[in-house]
């Protein structure tokens, strides 16, 4: 019948000889297993019509034109990759308008045919074509009493889920009514369906309905299965909609059931819900341990179908151990005995002779082996068992089974954190050595570098790290970056002492320096600059480091760093004297990148103070015009200024200005949480304990913090060296929250909020009520991919959603994200926005707080003249009212003014106020559980226009028609700012709710001066 | 488990079962990754590989590759010998079963992972169970249908 028969029956032949289950290693049979050959019918299902058959193979045979020696039908070189693509187009076009012509139709369809062309569409899909109808017929096959037709709708619906509500409904009342059919084949599909869709609006109608199908007495074992796991996914999806309650203590005991099936799918579905509500489901740990305990010593056979290649029950002893892991050990010393005697048994079971040589046996019992050994790990109380446990994985790391030694790595892992059991990993160091430098897998070398990582402590440190680094040279540049964190945090933790760590970072930039991130030089120049001990041999160090022709840039800058602190150490040996310090460094100037070459700018400056001799030669270079007219606006900047600071400045001022780098107050290592972050939590073996120490004088009471911390350098002259960071490489590794636009948005909602030499970060917003959508606009300001991109929002007190973002930004390209925002009640933080992205490997890390302040969610309010009046007079309580004066920067602009108020989101209400120099708004601020009324005014004070230092206080002034209403001290603001330009009034009144009244006020008094050009004295009252 | 992949040798997706929620750009990206990376790791190398924060099980059964994606806490081996049930299941239902069988009768390779599988867990890991239900089935049809056929 089919012409593909012919093509295949050799392979046929050969495969039947070799009978019995075409199953098994595909490498060992070179992939003829698996075998080929047309589909058959089983003996028993002749009756079993193939609906899709006719049209499947048409597809087949226009994609892969069939070669008589290729092995497998889509295989073989016969590929008409171009053509038959489009054939294949141009036949499931045919197809589909066949379909859609027949489900139009006049005549009605009988159940066959449309069970045949559902198929067909499903069919179609799969093979990666969108699909826009059927959906109807598909529900439509629900409903009938057949059951393959059936079937197909329930997987039709359950692979294409649409979230038309309509068919939602549709659907629902199918699954409603085989759930009610008492008929547990089809219960069973109605339950398939829910689990697999999942979907919320299945959640809702029937979470209440499962739990009670679980439980009844006269439910089918096969359909109790089906409702366990529907529950459980349901669970996942939307716990707050299955109900907890009575039918719990019920489910616990399913453990104890007879039939083998139903226990395995309700132990997943115990474990799901005891690691939500470990208490409601305590009680289930004695079972657990009484079913694994009867699993363990029955003999193989014992439970029938359930025993796989020898093994008993190894799907359900998985899942009960997983459970166990939800709880502490057994109090109960009776029954944590038993357990403990079940693990001795699974642990002696490991090394008994397999009972057969097939990889499913010794898979299966090692999965139980290992899930037990997670246990152990788990309870992390039996000293004897860890050993064992360790043994045991020690004895995997030399199996020939790749599988298992990278499982072994990997399990090891958690051994070496736990006390009772690190040394015992130890022992196997050398083993783990080896298998970084034999495995032939790049994971499961992955997995010896994480447990070096892991077992190392001081005793092995200086043996690991050298391995490590070794490895270093010859690693895949995927695990890279990570070898080289880990190194540094491992050199940096173990140093006894310090030459030591000095030059394994120095290994490290010159072995891989293309993968050191600035982390990792920042650090090494914080442990050299808090320890006074190892200063001169750093300095010695990089200064023969800097000798070799072609050394790296991140060596350039530790080098420049290191010199400029501390190069008069070794100043003294003529082979290194000030001179040759500054021409090693300065040959190396013109093949660094801008951010380091201000950074040896600043190196050049400080060797000014530290070595007389060699002003003039430095005064040189600065005055070259390469320095002076240097493109680069930074390092023209600083050429200019060190070269002038040099010139004017007394020895004296020098000195202090360029001042010795003072300690850096001691903080966790920025490295280890980096690895943190690129590892995940949770997959760290516990290093908490790398807050050591880095600090020569702990007491240091300067005021910044490191170089990591990246804050505008304060006007100290000591920072000058924090400077360069600050100017030029601080989107490296800022972590601080970059405000600095933020008041820029108090009156408007668009502009650009962030902008280092790689990012500009532009915000659209738009608000309505207490909602509001801003779209944040990422531009790449660089000609280089940015790669992992990711941001997130934090946020307190409002809900703010946003959308994913792609992970690339190409060069030059802009990038769009939509933010929905939700005012939920009244607040004061403002949202952050942290992202994340690598840009030339280093991975940068900025953080900007966005504009979104409470006024956002005025809405403008219109208001006539006595209105406004009299609810101002209403406001009087002390709790309803902020004010506050501040003085004028700039002479008053009524329009200006005007825009400001109407961009602060209230509503400008003209010809209220008697005054007509004064401004009044109106407005409601609204919030998801409440709306605060606002009224607001501005008083430009014209007195204190004039320079008469006389002028009356505003309260008594004739244009301050309120100022009776002034508490007195208010007037003594006024007065203090008697006679500056433009001084100005705002009132504020609202019901604010709880206390918050004045904080809010005065931030809005704060957002107001920063523009500087409205109000210069802010009344606002509380 | 979050979800399962059946592929061909040439990178042809056979079934896709998703156990967590995804749009279908989203799983149209992962499968592609997935199989690029799988397909191009070499025959004797470890059938576990971290992926995003997932693990990835896999194993080769002649044209067709397996693969499932099952979270940190997850056991690898037993989720190897998931795939194993299942193709055994498909062999002893389809009788020596190839990557034919399941591009003709895909809607049986769905149900028959169904009735195996269900939310990512393991349902039912009797064999002859799980095929029972699957020819009840087919049963329940023959009569149904003995009308018309």
């Keep these: ?1022 | 488990m979050q979800f399962m992949l059946l592929f061909s040798r040439q990178g042809k997706l056979r079934l896709q079962k998703w156990y967590v929620p995804l749009s279908d750009k989203e799983k149209k990206k992962i499968t592609r990754e997935l199989v690029q990376t799988v397909l191009a790791r070499k025959p004797k190398m470890c059938s576990f590989l971290e992926w995003r924060d997932l693990k990835i099980v896999y194993k080769r059964y002649a044209s067709l590759y397996f693969c499932c994606a099952i979270e940190d806490q997850d056991n690898e081996l037993i989720t190897l010998e998931i795939i194993h049930r299942y193709v055994e299941l498909l062999d002893k239902y389809f009788g020596s079963v190839c990557e034919l069988d399941i591009i003709f009768n895909f809607e049986k390779a769905y149900f028959i992972l169904d009735e195996f599988l269900l939310g990512g867990e393991a349902q039912e890991t009797s064999k002859k169970n799980v095929l029972k239900a699957i020819e009840q089935a087919d049963l329940s049809y023959f009569s149904f249908s003995r009308g018309w056929i």
């Design chain 1, 1 to 1022: 019948m089919f012409d593909l028969e012919v093509l295949v029956t050799t392979e046929r032949e050969r495969s039947r000889k070799r009978g019995g289950l075409a199953l098994g290693d595909p490498a060992a049979s070179s992939g003829l297993r698996f075998k080929n050959r047309r589909p058959e019918v089983p003996a028993s299902g002749d009756n079993k019509v193939k609906i899709c058959h006719c049209f499947i193979r048409k597809l087949l045979c226009c994609s892969v034109r069939l070669n008589p020696d290729a092995t497998f039908l889509s295989g073989g070189g016969s590929f008409k990759k171009g053509k038959s693509k489009e054939a294949e187009i141009k036949r499931i076009n045919k197809e589909l308008a066949n379909i859609r012509s027949k489900f139009k139709g006049d005549k009605a369809l009988d159940g066959y045919s449309k069970k045949k062309y559902v198929c067909k569409l499903l069919f179609i899909f799969l093979l990666g074509h969108d699909i826009d109808f059927g959906h109807m017929e598909a529900v439509n096959l629900l409903s009938s009493n057949k059951y393959t037709e059936k079937q197909i709708g329930y997987l039709f619906i359950s692979v294409l889920v649409n979230s038309n509500s309509d068919l939602i409904r549709l659907i629902n009342n199918g699954i409603k009514n085989d759930l009610a059919s008492r008929n547990p084949t089809f219960m069973n599909l109605a339950l398939h369906c829910i689990a697999n869709v999942g979907s919320r609006e299945m959640a809702e109608a029937f979470a209440s309905e499962i739990p009670r199908v679980l439980v009844a007495g006269d439910t089918m074992d096969s359909v109790k299965q089906s409702a366990a796991l529907c529950l459980l996914r349901l669970n996942r999806t939307s716990p707050d909609l299955v109900p907890m309650g009575e039918w719990t203590t019920r489910v616990v005991h399913l453990l104890n059931d007879q039939h083998l099936g139903v226990v395995t799918a309700a132990t997943s579905l115990i474990t799901t819900l005891a690691q939500k509500n470990p208490d409601d489901f305590k009680t289930s740990v004695s079972l657990a341990v009484a079913r694994l305990s009867r699993i363990v010593t029955s003999a193989s056979i014992d439970l029938q179908d359930y025993t796989y290649y020898f093994v008993a029950a190894p799907w359900l002893s998985v899942k009960l151990l997983r459970l166990l892991q939800c709880y502490p050990p057994p109090e109960d010393a009776a029954l944590r005995s038993r357990l403990t005697e079940c693990l001795e048994t699974i642990l002696n079971k490991a090394q008994e002779p397999p009972k057969s040589k097939k990889v499913q046996h010794s898979n299966a019992k090692n999965a139980v082996l290992f899930e037990a050994i997670a246990l152990i790990i788990h309870h992390d109380s039996e000293p004897t068992l860890l050993v064992r446990a360790c043994n045991q994985l020690g004895q995997f790391l030399q199996h020939r089974e790749t599988n298992l030694r990278y499982l072994a790595l990997e399990s090891m892992c958690t051994l070496a954190s736990s006390e009772f059991s690190h040394e015992a990993v130890k022992t196997h160091m050398e083993t783990v050595i080896n298998a970084l430098k034999t495995e032939r897998d790049v994971s499961v070398r992955q997995r010896a570098v994480d447990l070096l990582y892991a077992m190392c402590d001081r005793s092995n440190a200086k043996q690991i790290v050298a391995e490590m680094l070794s490895y270093l040279e010859t690693a895949d540049y995927s695990i890279r970056e990570e070898i080289v964190l880990k190194v540094a945090i491992l050199a940096e933790k173990y140093a006894v002492d310090y030459t030591w760590y000095v030059d394994t970072i120095l290994n490290l930039i010159r072995i891989a320096g293309d993968y050191v991130s600035e982390e990792v030089w920042y650090r090494v120049i914080q442990i050299v600059i808090n320890r006074d001990d190892v200063q001169g041999y750093a300095a010695k160090t990089v200064f023969e480091a800097l000798q070799a022709p072609a050394c790296h840039e991140n060596l350039v800058k530790v080098g420049g760093y290191i010199l400029g602190e501390f190069g008069n150490l070794i100043a003294g040996d003529s082979r290194s004297s000030p001179l040759v310090q500054f021409n090693l460094l300065h040959s190396k100037f013109h093949l660094c990148s801008v951010p380091t070459r201000a950074l040896l700018l600043s190196a050049y400056i400080k060797f000014i103070n530290l070595f007389p001799e060699v002003k003039a030669t430095i005064q040189d270079v600065l005055r070259s015009d390469s320095q002076l007219r240097n493109a680069d606006v930074e390092l023209q900047q600083r050429a200019v200024e060190y070269l002038r600071l040099s010139c004017i400045a007394s020895t004296d001022i020098l000195a202090t200005v360029l001042e010795e780098m003072p300690p850096f107050p001691e903080r966790e290592s920025s490295i280890l949480a980096k690895l943190k972050k690129k590892k995940g939590p949770g997959k760290l073996p516990d290093m908490d304990d790398s807050r050591r120490s880095v600090n020569g004088s702990t007491d240091s009471t300067h005021s910044f913090t490191d170089v990591l911390n990246l804050n505008p350098a304060p006007s100290s002259g000591a920072n000058l060296l924090i400077d360069v960071f600050s100017e030029s490489s601080a989107p490296a590794a800022a972590t601080d929250v970059s405000e600095e636009n933020f008041p820029r948005f108090v009156c408007k909602n668009n502009g650009v909020i962030y902008e280092n030499q790689l990012l500009q970060i532009g915000l659209k917003s738009e608000y309505r009520q207490n909602l509001g959508r801003m779209y944040v606009f990422y531009g790449n300001k660089t000609s280089t991919q940015f790669l992992s991109f990711s941001s997130s929002v934090s946020s307190s007190d409002l809900n703010v959603h946003s959308k994913a973002v792609d992970p690339v930004i190409e060069g030059g390209a802009q990038m769009q994200q939509i933010l929905n925002i939700e005012c939920v009640s009244d607040f004061s933080d403002a949202p952050v926005l942290n992202i994340q992205f690598r840009y030339g490997g280093a991975l940068q890390n900025i953080a900007v707080k966005l504009p979104v302040m409470l006024n956002k969610f005025f809405q403008p309010t219109e208001m006539m003249s006595q209105d406004f009046f009299q609810r101002w007079k209403q406001l009087g309580a002390p709790q309803q009212e902020v004010q506050k004066i501040f003085k004028a920067k700039h002479p008053m602009d009524t329009e200006v003014a005007k825009a400001k108020i109407l961009g602060f989101g209230v509503a400008l209400l003209d010809g209220v106020d008697p005054n007509p120099a004064n401004f009044v708004g109106a407005g409601v601020v609204h919030t998801k559980t409440t709306q605060v009324g606002c009224l607001l005014r501005l008083e430009p004070n014209m007195q204190a226009q004039t320079p008469n230092g006389n002028a009356a206080p505003p309260a008594t002034d004739p244009s301050f028609p309120f100022g009776a209403g002034l508490p007195g001290s208010h007037l003594g603001i006024c007065s203090r700012c008697r006679g500056e330009q433009g001084d100005g009034f705002v009132g504020l009144k609202g019901t604010w709710p709880k206390s918050h009244e004045l904080k809010v006020a005065f931030d809005l008094a704060s957002f107001l001066p920063p523009d500087g050009r409205v109000c210069e004295r802010l009344l606002l009252r509380t």
